[in-house]
């Protein structure tokens, strides 16, 4: 295990795969003070957050399905309004870097795509909860199940 605050430290540009915002917005149980401190951190300021419209396909499907228009809202809110967190749109150059990646690491295409995002975006980290992509050497992947966050251990207070 890793704290938050030594796997951030010195992070100014994060990459956010589908399960945080999913852990965020419906307030998973094992991740929601993790995932909460991080986007308290964009929020702020300390850094920038980006992902994929990729992310926001992923997100919306149950939600549609389901009827849960509220949930819908708050999905479309954090992905489309939220200060320091941008949702790219997915590009040629994004299209191109994310067949390097299925070349050179087998991904599947949506996971390809949220990681080219990230590399085309300059951010530092990607964060995941999918340990396959730890095998990515271009850009550095940090799994959410291999960090702890301790409150009172909160360098950031602000």
Do not use: W
């Amino acid at each position: 295990m890793i704290t938050l605050d030594d796997a951030l430290a010195d992070v100014t540009t994060l990459g956010l795969d589908t399960s945080p915002v999913i852990y965020l917005i419906e307030t998973h149980p094992d991740y929601d003070v993790l995932v909460t401190e991080i986007f308290r951190r964009i929020d702020r300021g300390i850094m920038t957050g980006f992902t994929s419209a990729i992310t926001l396909t992923e997100v919306l499907t149950q939600p549609l399905k389901q009827g849960q228009i509220h949930l819908q809202k708050e999905y479309r809110d954090l992905l489309l309004h939220s200060a320091n967190f941008y949702t790219l749109s997915i590009n040629a150059e994004i299209a191109e870097q994310a067949a390097i990646f299925r070349a050179q690491y087998g991904l599947r295409t949506p996971d390809a795509l949220q990681v080219a995002a990230a590399k085309t975006a300059n951010c530092q980290v990607f964060l995941t909860n999918d340990k396959a992509l730890k095998r990515i050497k271009d850009v550095k992947v940090i799994i959410l199940d291999e960090l702890e966050f301790k409150q009172e251990d909160e360098t950031h207070k602000g």
